[in-house]
């Protein structure tokens, strides 16, 4: 039976894709999902694994947290802030600041390329839905974003291990014993700092 990944927009799973083709014989097939979906697939069973942007409802579900996105602020090219290096939050109060949870993305950036405001969105996304009447400007005040592992608490099939394995870094011939490190990612993340730099890119 082929072990399925679900991923969310702007996670890239392939690095971990070719190690495990690399290193098994197991079918893998790696699919997209919508947000609103990233762990119905899971409970649905369409999908063994899927790699979900938090926070998300994790009951019946381990949760493993990989890494964190860099917020940015998707601005005009001809925003006033267009070319600073960082960006308050607060610098842009006063503007009309559309919500990614309820537009997608990418209607979202074509929003703000018409000149009707702004969008907070992790880096990833902002790159995925690239346009050259946009910049994404690293925005400081909003909280970052977190991308984690998570699959079924009752699925004890072995792949999940070895997946788990190959995301953790494990070598071909490192153990697979133990659960991989399960943990719950921090209630908080530590402050940043609110600096701004100006400059041209």
């Known amino acids: 039976m082929t072990f399925r990944v679900a991923f969310v927009a702007g996670v890239a799973p392939d690095k971990w894709v070719r190690r495990w083709r690399d290193r098994r014989r197991d079918a893998v097939e790696v699919f997209l999902v919508a947000d609103a979906e990233q762990t119905s697939v899971l409970h649905d069973g369409r999908a063994d694994m899927a790699l979900v942007r938090l926070p998300v409802e994790r009951e019946g579900l381990h949760l493993i947290p990989l890494y964190e996105e860099v917020p940015v602020a998707v601005l005009p090219k001809d925003h006033l802030y267009a070319d600073l290096d960082r960006v308050l939050i607060g610098d842009l109060e006063g503007e009309h600041r559309w919500d990614p949870t309820e537009l997608p ?91 701004r730099r100006t400059g041209n890119r």
């Open 105 to 195: 993305a990418k209607q979202a950036v074509g929003a703000v390329a018409a000149g009707t405001g702004f969008v907070v969105l992790p880096m990833s996304l902002a790159r995925l839905h690239h346009r050259n009447d946009v910049v994404p400007v690293p925005v400081d005040g909003v909280p970052e974003t977190r991308v984690g592992l998570a699959w079924r608490v009752e699925n004890e099939d072995e792949r999940v291990e070895a997946f788990i394995g190959i995301v953790r870094g494990r070598t071909a011939n490192s153990s697979r014993g133990g659960s991989g490190g399960v943990t719950s990612p921090k209630a908080a993340d530590a402050p940043r700092g609110n600096r």
